[in-house]
């Protein structure tokens, strides 16, 4: 099915622990982005690419890695688990991101204890 | 200071009635786009529009560029339309970050049969 797939849907860290987070789509879109969803807070924006091999910060991109090898996945890396980076997180593509709207993966809630 | 308002927070309406959430933001912007979060989270893209009204369905969005203002419309509300609607923009000059969607925080919309 065509989309955006994020993988896993929950976990849970333990401080200091490393993680990945997959982030998947098979629509040919060259914009990817990575956000986090905190409780009376708007979705804020990661990281995110404009094309394979390109990468740029978002608002809060501190504890956060990404890369963009191929067209299709845009993973993000947790470096070492902290509490404040417990929230829920969506990735997002487009054609590009200037012209077309998005699609969502279904998010990742994300606990760090 | 938040770049994007969203009023109300939070609308509880009866089933049937005529719904409008209101947009308004202080950046420059070439486009705004509305979402619709579901409760079980997943994140929809409903319109993305730089001018004037779209309408789909019983849903129609109106940006008024130079009030900086734009609203969401739900025709006859049913409950299954009971979700959180975000509004998002898209700034052409915000930071580093040229370009990326900008959040509000969103409007959770309840309706009731």
């Known amino acids: 099915n065509a989309g955006v797939t994020q993988t896993p849907k929950f976990q849970v860290l333990k401080t200091g622990q490393s993680m990945t987070l997959q982030c998947a789509q098979d629509?040919?879109?060259?914009?990817m982005s990575w956000y986090r969803q905190d409780p009376g807070m708007g979705l804020r924006l990661i990281h995110y690419s404009v094309g394979a091999g390109i990468t740029d910060q978002g608002e809060v991109p501190n504890g956060y890695n990404v890369s963009r090898s191929t067209t299709e996945d845009f993973p993000l890396r947790l470096l070492s688990a902290a509490p404040s980076q417990t929230s829920v997180y969506f990735c997002?593509?487009?054609?590009?991101?200037?012209?077309?709207?998005?699609?969502f993966g279904s998010g990742t809630r994300l606990t760090v204890v | 200071k938040n770049e994007v308002e969203q009023s109300p927070q939070n609308l509880t309406a009866q089933e049937g009635e005529f719904i409008t959430i209101n947009c308004s933001y202080s950046?420059?912007?070439?486009?705004l786009h509305w979402l619709q979060q579901h409760p079980g989270g997943g994140i929809v893209s409903l319109f993305m529009?730089?001018?004037g009204k779209k309408k789909h369905g019983r849903l129609i969005a109106t940006i008024n560029i130079q009030e900086k203002h734009s609203s969401l419309h739900i025709t006859a509300s049913h409950p299954r339309d009971s979700a959180v609607y975000i509004c998002a923009v898209r700034s052409g000059n915000y930071g580093g970050s040229q370009g990326n969607l900008i959040f509000g925080k969103g409007t959770k919309l309840s309706v009731k049969p």
């Open positions: 997002a593509s487009s054609y590009s991101r200037d012209y077309y709207g998005y699609t």
């Open positions: 629509m040919n879109h060259e914009y």
């Open positions: 950046v420059g912007i070439s486009a």
């Open positions: 529009l730089s001018s």
